[in-house]
């Protein structure tokens, strides 16, 4: 079993940046690592996902703002996070699996809170 653990949440005003990171216990049977947010209220969405082959999706609301990227000899997955709207203010979970559309493992979340 794989275990995630993220880190780089905190509280930035509007327009900052942040810069979360997930490192994973095994990359064994890992083919994609990404992120997704839940908002109080609302249903978790995808943030961000990347394949082992460098595939990465990215949901419309982060494109152009939010970069992810992995370091597979430290079993990481990063998601660099700017010009951060009011809107970014979630919970941000780290996850990976066999596929993008197909996470089997889970982190505990971070919370990133975006004050106007």
């Known amino acids: 079993q794989t275990q995630l653990a993220e880190s780089g949440g905190g509280l930035v005003q509007a327009g900052g940046s942040l810069r979360l990171s997930c490192v994973g216990s095994?990359?064994?049977?890992?083919?994609?690592m990404g992120w997704y947010r839940q908002a109080p209220g609302k249903q978790r969405e995808l943030v961000a996902t990347?394949?082992?082959?460098?595939?990465?999706n990215l949901g419309d609301s982060v494109k152009g703002r939010f970069t992810i990227s992995r370091d597979y000899a430290k079993r990481a997955v990063y998601l660099q996070m700017n010009d951060l709207k009011v809107e970014d203010t979630a919970v941000y979970y780290c996850?990976?699996?066999?596929?993008?559309?197909?996470?089997?493992?889970w982190g505990q979340g971070t919370q990133v809170t975006v004050s106007s």
């Open positions: 990347m394949t082992s082959d460098g595939a990465t």
């Open positions: 095994t990359i064994l049977g890992t083919v994609a």
């Open positions: 996850a990976s699996g066999r596929s993008a559309g197909n996470m089997q493992y």
